[in-house]
C-alpha cells in the first residue's frame, strides 16, 4: 500500500475538524478542514452534520477527495459537523473503525471523532462487554463513545467532564450531538488542538493551525490540555474539565516531522522551529562539506537552517515523485536490483564531486537511509555526512504514532556508528536531546519518550498484542 | 428503484440460511442458499462465517450475486455460516442495517440475522440505551443481537433460551458464534424455517424448503414454533425454549405468494396449495369465459387449477419482462401516457375475441390490476373477469411484511363492487377466508389478520411511526 | 459467466432499434426498446443519438439497465437514435466491438448498429486494410461501416443501397447519420426487423414487434426483404435496395427459441407458432403419460399445445431461479457432486409417481437435458419421455447464430436413441423438418441449415477460425 | 476538475515511454516509466504491449497509479511496450482519445502514442476521409497511425521514413509494431525525448532523463531532430529520416517550467538551467528585499539562483497542499470570499515584517499570481516584488502546449505596469528574452512564439476551432 520509502518514517494517526457555522454549509468547511489535514491520515476520511436533531455522516476509505464529491457532501446539510481523517495500519477490512463513530444514545443521537490512544482503553473494553453492551469495532473510539454515552450528567459536555478523568493517555476529541460541537484534549496536551473563529460567524478547531488558515480563521488559540470548548451558534464555551498535568507531553515530534510546517504549535512556527533544529544540529554535529541538502519535503527549512549557520551552501539534491496513489505498484525485487526506483531521483549537477550533508528528520528502521546515501554516491558525491534533527529512536510510542516496534528500531539494536556503517554514511550526527529543545526554546513540557524510555503515563507494554486480539475475532 | 409495477405487491422482509458442513465451503453453501432464497429480498445480502475463533462478514447492497463474487467469498473460510437476504424499505443511507450483524461481546464474537418483526423491541431499545449501551443502527436485529449478549447462562443457546420468552411477535433467527450455528422460531410460527442434512455430513436450516432442495438436503423438516435448533459439527440439538403457541400464526401470504412454488410448508406443497387456491376460487366465484390467464408468475398454479375445476381452457395471457434490475430508469408520465408499458405485453393471440377470466394473487393498492386489465382489453378482449385467489386486504401487517399502510390499501375504502369498477373490471371475485383455509386443508393455525383486522399478537398500532424517529435520528 | 444450464442453448447475436421521434426523448424510448429486446443479449449495450449535427454515444457492458442510468442517458438528447444490445463470444477485452460503432466520415459522423452475419465480410476486410484504412475492432460492423462509409453517393441512403449487393449473409441494420435513422434487412430475411409507428409523431424499427408494443407503437409491419426503410421526422420513406432473394430464407429458431412470445414475425404469433409446433409435436411423438411438463420459459406454449392435443393434463414441472446475474459464482464439481442444483428446483407434488413428458425446445450439447431428465426422475417420476419442438441440429449456424461447432453438437455425432440414452429418457422424440413447417403453416421460405445443412447463402467453413485470427491480433 | 490556481499554468499534453528488454515485463517497466512521467499529464494513461505478434493494450482515465493495477498490468506480457500518459482538454467524453492508439492493419497491428501537434493534421484528416477511411476520434494521433499504416514501404520505419517529410509541427512517437519498438522525433526537436539502456539487456526511449534514471538506465542520450530509432531485442538501430531543420525549435518552456528539475536536455540540467535563470533574473531585474521565496516547487531551484545572486537570504515562504484528486471539490465563491484558500497557506514567520521577492516562472492570467500577491501581503510582508524568469506570454503556442487563446493571455492584453498593478505587486520584473538565452548558455535553437510571435513553423491560427468541430461531432 505505502511506498517502501514512505514507509521508513513514524505514522501519525488522525487529523481533527470541528465546526460550528453561521451557514448549512459546516460540512463544506470541515471538507476543505480534513483537505488541509490530509497529512495526518491518508487511509480514510469522514464528515458527521448535524442539523439539530438527526446527526448524518459519509465516511469511507481513500483520500479526502476520494470519499467525497459533490453527491455525497451535498446532502450533509447542517449548521455543525465534525471531521475525521485517519492513518490506518490494516486494510479494506477495517472499514468498520473508520470515523466519526456515530451511535444512538438515550440522549439522542451521538457521533465522535478521535486522535490519540487511550492507553487503559483495554479495561473499559473489558468493563463494557461486562456490561452486557456490544462492540462493533475494534477501535477505542467506540469504547470512549459508550462510555461517554454511559454517564450521568444533563448534558454532553458535563458528561464528558465526568469520563475525562478516567482516561490515560492522549486524545483529542471532537464531537457532535444536537446543536452542539464539543471538542477536548488530554491533560497532558500529547497531541496538538486549536480553535479559531470564522470571520462571518462560529468557530472551527482542527488539529493544526493551517487548517485554521485555510478556511480564513482569526483569533487563533491553543485548545488548553485538560480543557473542553463547546461551539454552539457564534458561541464558544469553555470548562477545565481536568486540571492540566503538572508537567506537560507535548509530542516532539510534531515539532520535527508531523505538522505541516504551517503549523503554530506551543507558540512557536513549526518551520521556524525545524530551521531552528537545523541550526543547532549544524552547531552540534558540524561537517566539512560543500554543499547541504534536504531529504524532501520535512527536512527543507531544517537543511536551509544547516546552510545558514554552517555557511555551506544550500540547494537541492533530490527531486520527489509526488503522484503515489493508494492502489500503486511496487517495483518486485528484481526491478529494484536493476536499479529501478521511484521515489527519489537525484539531482547530479548539485552533488557531483561534493561533499554532501544531507539533512533528514529521522531514523526508524534505517531502510530508507541508506538508499538515498547509495543514490547519493552514484550521483558523484566524494562524501555523504547524514544529520538528523532528532536523537535516536529507541522506543516505540503507545500515544497514537506508529513508530514500529521495539525489534523494528533499528537503534534500538545499534549504536550510532554501527547505524552510520549500516546505511553508508561518511558520517552520521543526531541531534541531542539538550540541543533539541534548546532549538524549541523549551526545558520541558514534551513527551521525548521514543528517544528516552521515560514514558509520561505508565503503558503495559502487552498493549499492542492485546488490541489485535479483538480485531481478529471480528475478522 | 422498483418497478411501478411489482411495487403494488405485498413485501417480505427477509431470507434466512445456515450451516454447518463438514468442510471449509460454509460460505460457499451459504451463497447457493441465499441465492435459492433471493425472491425473498432483493436489496441487500450478507454472510457471516465462523472457524470456531473470529466471525468473519461481507455484506452489502444488491442481489446476492452482486454483492458476492469469488474475490469477496473465498476469504470468509469455515465450517459454519449464516446469510441473510434483504427486502428494505429505504435506500443507500441505511448500509448500517444489512444484516447479519456483527457484535464483539463478552462472551466472543457474535453474529445474527433476522426475518420478521418483533412488536415489542422499541420497549427493549428504550432499555437497552438507559441502560447505557448505544445502538449503531436503526434496525430491530441490533437490539436483540444485544439483548442476546446480555443474558445471562453459560451458552448462546441458553441465553437465547432465556431471552425469548420477553420477544413478541414474529421471528426467524440465525445465529453464528464460535463452534455453532444456531437457529430459532418464534412460537407463533409467523415466518417459515426449515431444517434439512447435508448428504456428506452438516446440516442446513433455511427459510424455504427449496433452498434446501438446491443445496441437496434430505431428510427436510420444519423447525417447531418456540424451538431452537443447534447446529455443531454433524449434529443437531433442539430444545423447546417456549412452548409453541396456543394457536398458531402462520403467515397465509407464504402459501398465497412469498414463497416460491417448490417450497413445502406446513407438510402443503405451495404449488399444490395454489392450484388448490385456483380450484376453490373457481369454485366460489365462477365466471362465463373462454380462457383462463395467470398474471405471471406466481398466478400460474391458481390459474392452472381455476382452468381444471372451470374446464376453461387455460393459455399464457402476458409476456413479462424479466430483467428489471436496480437502477432501473422508469418511464416519465408523458410517456405512460404515450403508452410505454414495461413490464408486461398482451400475447393478443390468445386473448382478442375472448371473455377473459385473469387470475391475481393480490390486490394491494390497485394501481397494478388497472393497468392489466386495460392491456388485455387493449389486446381485444370482449369481457375481463379478474379474479383473486386471497380475500380483500383491509389491514396492514406487523409482522414483518410491507403491505402498505390503511391508507394505501384500496379495500380499507372501497367495497368490491368499487374496487371492480376502479379497476374496469367486468366482474372481480376474491376468494373468502372459508374458502381459502378450505384450500389449504385447515382450519386454523394461519394469521389472517390483514384479512380481518385479528392480529394473533397485540400490536401498538403507532409502532412503524415510533421506529422512524430512530431511523431519522441516524441519518 | 453463464449458467452451466443456460450455455446449452443457441445464442442469438444481437437486439436493435431505431427511433425517429417528434420530441427530443429519442433515446429514453431507445432505452425502452432495447429493454424490450433484453433476451437478445445480455453482454452489452449501447444508443447513439443524434441531435442533426453531432452523434453522441453511450455504450459498455451489462444488461441495458446497469449500462444505463439517468446520468449516462440523459445527455444524450436528440430525435434520432439508434441502440443495440449484444451477447458476445469473449469478455471484458472486447469493449471495442461494443456498438453502435460511430465513426467520423466525410459525409459526416456515422452511427450504425448490426445484428447478423455477413459471410463474405472477411474478403472486404482484407480490402479495407490493403486500400490503407486502419481497422480498431474485429467486429464485421466496423467493416460494414467503413463499406458504407467509402461508397459513392449523394445521401446514406443511396450509399447503403449501392453497397448492399456487395453483402452475402444475415444482416439487420440500423443506422444514424444526420437528420435520419436507416434500417435495412438483408434480402435473405434472415433476421427480423419491423417497423410501427409512433402514436404521437414518428416512427420506430426493431429487431420484434414486442418492442414495438412495449413503445405503443401502431400500423406494425416487417422491414422486407432487401428494403431500406429511411426515418426522419415524421416520414417513412422506403426504397427496394436489393431485390428479395428467390427464396427466403428466414431463421427458423426465431419462431422455436429467440423470439420473445409476445412477437409476430412472418404473419405468425410466436406464441401460437410455438403451441402449434407442441400440437404437431403431440400427434408426431406421441407418449403414454400423466402429466406434460415445460422447460420453462420458453418451452411453456409448446407444452400447452402437446397437451390440448395429447389430452394429458399440463402442468408445471420446474422452478426456475431467476436471478442469475453477471458475476455470477458457479458451484465446484466437488458441489455439484453434493447435489447443488441451482438453475431448477422441481415441483415432486406434481411429478412424483408419474409418467412425465418433458417438453423442450432443443437440445445443442444435451448436457442440460441429461441434467433435467435426472431431476425429474429424482422427483419420482416413474417415466420420463423427452419432446423436442425441432429437429436435431446437426450442423453449425454461420447467420449469427451461436450454436457450437460440428464438434459439439451431440446431433452431428449421435443418432436420437444413443442421445436418448445419453441423457437418460425413457423415449426421446424430435420433430421433423416437414411436421415443423406444417406447424407454421408454411412450405418454404426458412432457414433450417442447422437441421439440414442446406446453407441458403455459401459459406467458408473456416470462416469462424479466421475471425479469431483478428481478435488475437488486437488483444 | 483543476484545481483554480493549477489551471493558471500551462500544460502540457503528454510524456512518452518506449521499451524493449530481455524479460517479458516491458509493461511493467513502462509503468513505473510514466509515474516519473505523471507531471507531463494526469488525466488518462495507457500501456501496449507487443510479445511479437498479437498488441494488447489496457487505457483509461486517470493517474497512472489509478489505471494500472496488478490485474490489468499482469496481463501485459511481451518484451516489447509503449506508454502515454496524458493531459486532455476535455472530460469524460473523450474516452477515445486516450492512448496508444491502436489499430489493425494490412502489416499487422500497430499502436502509437504521440507527443506533440501537427500543424498540418487536419489536411490530411480530410484527405483519409475523402479515400474512405472513418475516423473514429477526433485526435490527431488517429490521423499519424492511419497516414501511415497507408505508406508503401517494407517495414514500419520505412513507412516511418517515408511519411515524416509530409508532417509539419512537433511530434515525438513511440510504436509498436511485431517485434519493434519505434520512437521518432520531429526534425525541429519541439518536444524533447531520449534514449538510455538498460543494464540488463534492451532499451528505454523517454520524453524526460528522469524516466530513465528511475529506470536505473545508462548511456543516456537525446534522439535527435529527425532521427527514427528502432529498438528490436537488445539492439537499437538508428536512421536519419529528416535533416534536422536549420533552425532547431526547442520548447523553452520544458526548461522552465514542464521538465522534471532532474531531467537533463539540451546537455542542460533543467534544475541548473532554473538556477540561472534566477541567477539572470536577480542580474536583469534586481529587488531590495530581505527574503527570497519561491512559488513551489518548480520555481525553487530560480529563488536559490537569485537569492545566491542577490545576497537576499532564501527561505520559503508558501507551503503547498499535495493532495489534491481528480475529484477535487471546489470552494464556492462565497466561500473563497470568506477566505477559504486550498492551494498555498503562507509562513508568517518567513514573511512578516519583511519585504519579500517572489519568485515564479510565468504568469498566464494572472489570476494565480494576485492571489499569491494578496496571501503574502496578509501574512505581513511590507513590499511584494515579483519577478518571472521568462518573457511575458503574448501568443498562444499551436506545438502542444494549452497556454490558452490570445483573449486569455494577461500579457497579450496589458503592459508589465498593468499586470503589476492587477496582481497588486509593488513591483514586478520579467525576464528578457535575451536573458533568457543568455542563462541558458545559446544563442538560439529554441522555440519561443510564445514570447515573440515568431512561430518556427507555419500555423494556421484557425486550427483550434476546426479542431472541435470534429470533437463536437462525434460527441
Tied chains: 1, 2, 3, 4.
Excluded at 444514545?105 to 457521533?111: A, E, S, W
Excluded at 482516561?167 to 464539543?182: D, R
Excluded at 564531486?353 to 533528514?360: K, L, P, Q, T
Amino acid at each position: 500500500m505505502k511506498s517502501h520509502v514512505e514507509s521508513d518514517r513514524p505514522k501519525e494517526e488522525c487529523g481533527l475538524v470541528g465546526i460550528s457555522t453561521a451557514g448549512n454549509d459546516a460540512a463544506r468547511l470541515a471538507f476543505f478542514g480534513l483537505y488541509a489535514l490530509q497529512h495526518r491520515g491518508q487511509e480514510a476520511a469522514g464528515i458527521s452534520v448535524s442539523d439539530g436533531r438527526a446527526v448524518r455522516t459519509h465516511k469511507g476509505q481513500g483520500l479526502v477527495g476520494q470519499v467525497f464529491e459533490a453527491s455525497t457532501l451535498d446532502p450533509l446539510v447542517g449548521r455543525m459537523a465534525i471531521g475525521h481523517t485517519r492513518y490506518s495500519t490494516t486494510g479494506a477490512s477495517n472499514e468498520r473503525n473508520v470515523q466519526p463513530f456515530v451511535v444512538e444514545t438515550i440522549h439522542g443521537p451521538l457521533g465522535l471523532a478521535h486522535n490519540g490512544n487511550v492507553v487503559n482503553a483495554d479495561r473499559f473494553r473489558t468493563e463494557l462487554l461486562e456490561r452486557g453492551a456490544g462492540l462493533q469495532s475494534s477501535s477505542d473510539t467506540e469504547v470512549l463513545a459508550l462510555m461517554l454515552a454511559g454517564m450521568e450528567g444533563d448534558t454532553w459536555d458535563e458528561r464528558l467532564a465526568k469520563v475525562m478523568p478516567r482516561w490515560q493517555g492522549a486524545y483529542c476529541l471532537t464531537i457532535i450531538a444536537g446543536t452542539k460541537v464539543i471538542a477536548a484534549r488530554d491533560p497532558w496536551g500529547f497531541r496538538p488542538l486549536s480553535l479559531g473563529r470564522l470571520p462571518r460567524g462560529g468557530h472551527v478547531v482542527a488539529s493544526e493551525t493551517g487548517a485554521l488558515q485555510t478556511l480564513g480563521c482569526l483569533d487563533i488559540r491553543e485548545v488548553n490540555p485538560g480543557e473542553i470548548v463547546v461551539l454552539q451558534g457564534d458561541l464558544v464555551r469553555s470548562r477545565q474539565a481536568v486540571p492540566p498535568a503538572t508537567e506537560m507531553a507535548r509530542c516532539t515530534f510534531e515539532q520535527i516531522y508531523f505538522s505541516r510546517p504551517d503549523a503554530v504549535w506551543d507558540d512557536l512556527s513549526v518551520h521556524e522551529a525545524r530551521q531552528n533544529l537545523g541550526e543547532e544540529l549544524a552547531r552540534e554535529r558540524p561537517a566539512e562539506a560543500d554543499v547541504v541538502i534536504p531529504v524532501p519535503d520535512s527536512s527543507v527549512p531544517a537543511a536551509i537552517g544547516f546552510a545558514n549557520v554552517s555557511g555551506i551552501p544550500y540547494n537541492e539534491g533530490f527531486v520527489k515523485n509526488r503522484y503515489i496513489g493508494r492502489t500503486f505498484i511496487e517495483p518486485t525485487d528484481e526491478l529494484r536490483r536493476q536499479g529501478v526506483a521511484l521515489k527519489f531521483n537525484t539531482l547530479a549537477a548539485n552533488i557531483a564531486g561534493r561533499r554532501v550533508v544531507m539533512v533528514d528528520d529521522s531514523i526508524v528502521r534505517g531502510t530508507t537511509s541508506g538508499q538515498l546515501v547509495r543514490l547519493v554516491r552514484e550521483a558523484g558525491a566524494t562524501e555523504v555526512h547524514v544529520r538528523i534533527t532528532c536523537p535516536p529512536i529507541t522506543n516505540p510510542c503507545f500515544f497514537g504514532v506508529d513508530m514500529g516496534t521495539y525489534d523494528e528500531l533499528i537503534a534500538h539494536h545499534l549504536g550510532i556508528p554501527e547505524i552510520s556503517d549500516h546505511i553508508g554514511a561518511d558520517s552520521l550526527g543526531f541531534l541531542s536531546v539538550p540541543a533539541m529543545m534548546k532549538a524549541l526554546g523549551r526545558d520541558s513540557g514534551y513527551c521525548n519518550a521514543c528517544f528516552t524510555g521515560e514514558y509520561p503515563v505508565p503503558v503495559q507494554l502487552s498493549m499492542a498484542t492485546e488490541k489485535r486480539r479483538f480485531d481478529g475475532a471480528l475478522g
